[in-house]
């Protein structure tokens, strides 16, 4: 079964005057890929501070700590950008907490055989490739979101050796 590969280096360095496009039909202004882009972060990306810095700094309580990773209720946030301030590793970028929040169904029952979902048809730098897991079995540092996502994020935590 293929799977939506995302190269998150190459992800971030997009062009923003090329937007990715996306054919989730439920809400017409969505762009389900920035959901993703704000999982990752959080998931690999953040330094996951003792501290905690960014839920301390939320003026909404948006931010919360659950099972050691940071989740953001899109119902309190009003996308005041606080936390991306307060973050001293700059890893919550502000273009990852939009107002208007999305969900990516990777194109589940909609794709015909062999089509693509939009959103890597629409991709201008390989960043996102729809490809049969077999196809990455040489590459490192790849991580599984659910059963249809496969991210190639370097994991600063596990880079240092800590677990939490």
């Known amino acids: 079964m293929k799977k939506l590969y995302i190269d998150y280096d190459k992800f971030l360095e997009m062009d923003e005057k090329q937007p ?10 969505n762009d389900g890929i920035t959901e993703l882009r704000e999982e990752i972060s959080f998931m690999f990306a953040c330094r996951m501070c003792e501290d905690y810095p960014c839920v301390n700094a939320c003026p909404n309580g948006t931010l919360k700590r659950e099972s050691g990773l940071i989740r953001r209720s899109t119902l309190l946030c009003v996308s005041c950008k606080t936390c991306c301030l307060a973050c001293p590793f700059g890893t919550i970028l502000p273009q990852l907490l939009p107002y208007v929040t999305s969900r990516c169904d990777v194109c589940l029952g909609r794709l015909k055989e062999g089509e693509e979902p939009l959103c890597v048809l629409s991709c201008n730098n390989g960043a996102l490739r729809y490809i049969e897991q077999e196809e990455l079995k040489d590459k490192t540092n790849l991580y599984k ?9 370097l994991n600063w935590l596990e880079l240092y050796g800590i677990k939490k």
């Open 20 to 29: 990715l496009k996306c054919s989730y039909k439920f809400h017409p202004l």
């Open 145 to 153: 979101i659910g059963e249809h996502i496969i991210v190639k994020v």
